[in-house]
């Protein structure tokens, strides 16, 4: 059973920059790693993805400001985001899949808020 446990939310103020750190426990290396975010009475959407070979996806509204990155040895997945924006305000969550056709796992989520 694949297990996340995220760290590193927080309360910053806009423009400020945040690093999420997730570690997977379980079969790991895992397929692919990611994070996802859901604001309040909003769905669940893709933040950044990252296979364990090192490729990228990232949703249009966080490119260029946020750094998806791995780390295969330690099973750790990091978001680094950079020039926060209220609109970020949201609970993150970090995801991953065992293979490529496969359902997510879920981490508990962290909360991160940014005041303007």
């Known amino acids: 059973q694949v297990q996340l446990v995220e760290s590193g939310g927080g309360l910053v103020q806009a423009g400020d920059s945040l690093r999420l750190s997730c570690v997977a426990s379980?079969?790991?290396?895992?397929?692919?790693m990611g994070w996802h975010r859901q604001a309040p009475g909003k769905e669940r959407e893709l933040v950044a993805t990252?296979?364990?070979?090192?490729?990228?996806n990232y949703a249009d509204p966080v490119k260029g400001r946020f750094t998806i990155s791995r780390d295969n040895a330690k099973n750790s997945v990091y978001l680094q985001m950079d020039s926060l924006k209220p609109d970020d305000t949201a609970v993150y969550y970090c995801?991953?899949?065992?293979?490529?056709?496969?359902?997510?796992?879920w981490g508990q989520g962290t909360q991160v808020t940014v005041s303007s």
């Open positions: 990252i296979t364990v070979t090192g490729t990228t």
């Open positions: 379980g079969n790991t290396p895992l397929y692919s």
């Open positions: 995801s991953a899949r065992e293979g490529p056709y496969v359902g997510r796992h």
